[in-house]
């Protein structure tokens, strides 16, 4: 084997290795199913008077309130009632200690005028509703604000990371204030936004959001890795890429906008098994067509793609689809249409586009390079990718049906 080409083949390799391992340092365990999203809608019903309604996980506000008062029977009732099911007695519970939620939820989540906090009384008793197929606590707090001010800051600290329970909880505000509307997405870095902040400044919350959602998802990683593996000429790693974003870019502004629902139940798994299809389907080729499988095998067809291309293409497309919906779940917004919602989760939609072409950018060159000095050796390098690639998908469909 020339030199030449086993020094490509490491470069490929370390550059794939390099961002499964970036993306597992982002935060592969938050990434589906361990990390939460809190709600939140802020208005203004009358001057120094700021209105917040909180959207929190059920079990999550129970067991947090309860560790941060010490209030076992807090934690005891709580948890019966979880698991009851019961709504009605899961909302009792939470109003029968309310003392401790109240507590807990507004040292976490604050609101200041002019520098300085308003103060929260809560309004009514808490609800609970279904949200992604989870009970969710609703809380209404009302903040009076004694410094006169046109300029409002809201702060979310809920669910931290040091809890134990949960890691890369986001807090999506959607407000009307301070004659503005729009949205703002909160996390640990940047757990507070201003009203005073120009639209520039909320829509790189987005965007930064998106790339790092990106990142953080292994899963939405290796189908990606999965994509390029298999892709044998530029064209058709174009052709890929952009079906992909097309069809993620559907689901994910219909789902996001509440037009298109569907439970994660489904989405979870199907994400994983098309991980599975993609880099088994690159097996598949080599399996046939040994040496053969990176050629086209083209008669006069559109694009200069055989039929084997545009099959998979479709089938990227297939799941790219439903991989939008993972990402719509991910942003956790759930609101009515508008003009800014629509543009905050463009802006969101592009940090995930940048980080792709990116990675594409970084790791197709490269494979091509290798492919062209020894083709045997870029055939074992994209091999052993999608091999690995299809047994974590297998494992991670097992883990998501169960």
């Known amino acids: 084997m020339p030199h030449r080409a086993r020094r490509a083949a490491l470069i490929v390799l370390a550059c794939i290795g390099t961002a499964l391992v970036a993306a597992m340092g982002a935060g592969a365990a938050s990434a589906h199913g361990f990390s939460s999203v809190v709600y939140v809608d802020v208005t203004s019903p009358e001057q120094d ?49 309310a003392d401790s939620v109240d507590a807990y939820v507004t040292e976490r989540f604050t609101v200041a005028a002019g520098g300085e906090p308003c103060a929260a009384e809560q309004v009514g008793d808490m609800t609970i509703a279904q949200r992604d197929g989870v009970p969710y606590a609703f809380v209404v707090l009302d903040h009076t604000c004694t410094v006169p001010s046109g300029v409002h800051e809201v702060t979310s600290t809920l669910f931290p990371d040091s809890e134990g329970y949960v890691s890369g ?44 959602h990106l990142l953080g998802g292994l899963d939405h990683i290796l189908f990606l890795l999965a994509v390029i ?15 992909f974003t097309l069809a993620h870019s559907v689901t994910f502004m219909l789902a996001a906008t509440g037009l298109v629902h ?11 098994l098309s991980i599975a299809v993609v880099a088994g389907w690159h097996l598949w080729q080599i399996r046939e067509r040994g040496l053969h499988a990176t050629d086209l095998v083209v008669t006069g067809g559109h694009l200069s793609l055989d039929r084997a291309g545009w099959v998979r293409i479709g089938v990227v497309f297939c799941f790219g689809l439903v991989h939008g919906l993972g990402f719509a779940g991910a942003l956790g917004i759930d609101e009515a249409w508008s003009w800014t919602l629509l543009w905050s989760l463009l802006v969101f939609n592009v940090g995930i586009e940048v980080v792709q072409l990116a990675i594409i950018a970084v790791v197709f060159p490269l494979l091509a390079l290798l492919r062209r000095r ?13 091999t690995v690639v299809a047994v974590m998908g297998l494992v991670w469909f097992v883990e998501r049906v169960r």
């Open 169 to 212: 909880t986001k807090t999506i505000v959607t407000y009307e204030l301070d004659g503005q509307t729009g949205s703002a997405a909160l996390d640990a870095q940047h757990p507070s936004f201003s009203t005073e902040q120009t639209w520039t400044e909320r829509f790189w919350e987005f965007f930064r959001l998106g790339a790092e």
């Open 262 to 272: 569907v439970s994660p139940g489904f989405v979870e798994p199907v994400i994983a």
């Open 49 to 97: 008077r700021v209105r917040t309604e909180l959207g929190l996980e059920y079990d999550l506000l129970v067991v947090s309130a309860a560790d941060y008062q010490q209030d076992d029977p807090l934690f005891q009732d709580g948890t019966d009632a979880f698991d009851s099911g019961d709504p009605v007695q899961q909302a009792a519970a939470l109003n029968a200690h």
């Open 374 to 386: 020894s083709p045997r050796l870029g055939l074992w390098a994209t091999g052993t990718v999608a």
């Open 229 to 243: 593996a298999g892709s044998r000429r530029l064209r058709e790693i174009v052709l890929a890429a952009t079906t």
